[in-house]
Nanobody, 124 residues
Framework: QAQLTESGGGAVRAGDSLRLSCAAP????????TGWFRQAPGKEREFVAA????????YNDDSVKGRFRISRENAGNTVYLQMSSLKPEDTAVYYC?????????????????WGQGTQVTVSF
């Protein structure tokens, strides 16, 4: 499978927005479930959002629902995570990953391939 490459991270203030991108060639995201996860220092990797082959989306309702939106461009080469109303507790390294269709989308163990991560830092 093709390599996943995240981009778009940075340092912002609370209330700002960022859009993360995850790129892969050969319409990779049309064939797999794609998820975004994040990991803050000293914490376990946490599910953020996922999009299935059919476009069905899922979110971590407790932490990001209503503020983050996952989408996929039509050619299937890029998946986005639009993050709005950012909070300091959103600070983490954000990873995209792919899983076989039908795998539990919220479980990191479902995902076979991971990007290198992009840092998001939100300050007060």
């Amino acid at each position: 499978q093709a390599q996943l490459t995240e981009s778009g991270g940075g340092a912002v203030r609370a209330g700002d927005s960022l859009r993360l991108s995850c790129a892969a060639p050969r319409r990779t995201f049309m064939w797999y479930t794609t998820g975004w996860f994040r990991q803050a220092p000293g914490k376990e990797r946490e599910f953020v959002a996922a999009i299935s082959r059919s476009g069905t989306t899922a979110y971590n309702d407790d932490s990001v629902k209503g503020r983050f939106r996952i989408s996929r461009e039509n050619a299937g080469n890029t998946v986005y995570l639009q993050m709005s109303s950012l909070k300091p507790e959103d600070t983490a390294v954000y990873y995209c990953a792919t899983a076989q269709p039908g795998s539990p989308a919220r479980e990191p163990s479902s995902y076979d391939h991971w990007g290198q991560g992009t840092q998001v830092t939100v300050s007060f």
